[in-house]
């Protein structure tokens, strides 16, 4: 089992910056890759980033690359997302979720535990 807590959204202006958290506990060794998915109204889940945190590799979409990043503090079993220049279409209910390594990093499918979400919301 793994437990996902999520903290760190809010609303911002276009432009500005955020920094989600994820703080990890239980059988995270297994679970080892992380990931954050966003979810806007009557839209689905769409994955944005992942995570290995055993070597530390790393993965984006192609809607946020260059303007996110995921990173980890593997002492305090958390990773984070770091949001630059945000856009009103960033705005959802963003996600955290862990799985084994050997599943699918992009999709919920490769996922097995997930947070409860954080919304972010940005404003034009």
């Known amino acids: 089992q793994v437990q996902l807590v999520e903290s760190g959204g809010g609303s911002v202006q276009a432009g500005g910056s955020l920094r989600l958290s994820c703080a990890a506990s239980g059988d995270t060794t297994y679970n080892s890759k992380m990931g954050w998915f966003r979810q806007a109204p009557g839209k689905e889940r769409e994955g944005i980033a992942a995570?290995?945190?055993?070597?530390?590799?790393?993965w984006y979409a192609a809607s946020v690359k260059g303007r996110f990043t995921i990173s980890q503090d593997n002492a305090k079993n958390t990773v984070y997302l770091q949001m630059n220049s945000l856009k009103v279409e960033d705005t959802a209910m963003y996600y955290c979720?862990?799985?084994?390594?050997?599943?699918?990093?992009?999709?919920?499918?490769?996922?097995?535990?997930w947070g409860q979400g954080t919304q972010v919301t940005v404003s034009s």
């Open positions: 979720a862990a799985g084994p390594p050997g599943s699918p990093y992009a999709t919920s499918r490769g996922y097995n535990y």
């Open positions: 995570i290995y945190t055993g070597d530390g590799g790393t």
